[in-house]
Nanobody, 123 residues
Framework: QLRLVESGGGLVQPGGSLRLSCAAS????????IGWFRQAPGKEREGVSC????????YLADSVKGRFTIARDNAKNTVYLQMNSLKPEDTAVYFC????????????????WGQGTQVIVSS
């Protein structure tokens, strides 16, 4: 089976940091583009970041550029989303997703999804 499991979410104060992990099983993550998406209550799922398998190129949404970074650890079959300088508007359920290259910021382009991990940014 193709399985993705997110972890690392939680409650953090504005300005704080979290590192989310997306662990893959049942397939080799290295051969897929891995995207991070988030969905806040009452809002559409939006693309946050993506890392390609072909050349390691990355995508970051303008709303998180300069604060978030995405990285692959192929040996651990895991992709990380490092989130710094968190803002209340970053509050959402964060999902990772996998599909073939190239990267996309559209959720419709990804076939395999994790269950999500909750991130709450609040004082």
């Amino acid at each position: 089976q193709l399985r993705l499991v997110e972890s690392g979410g939680g409650l953090v104060q504005p300005g704080g940091s979290l590192r989310l992990s997306c662990a893959a099983s049942g397939f080799t993550l290295d051969y897929f583009a891995i995207g991070w998406f988030r969905q806040a209550p009452g809002k559409e799922r939006e693309g946050v970041s993506c890392v390609s398998s072909r050349d390691g190129s990355t995508y970051l949404a303008d709303s998180v550029k300069g604060r978030f970074t995405i990285a692959r650890d192929n040996a651990k079959n895991t992709v990380y989303l490092q989130m710094n300088s968190l803002k209340p508007e970053d509050t959402a359920v964060y999902f990772c997703a996998a599909d073939t290259d190239p990267c996309s910021d559209s959720a419709a382009d990804f076939a395999s999804w994790g269950q999500g991990t909750q991130v709450i940014v609040s004082s």
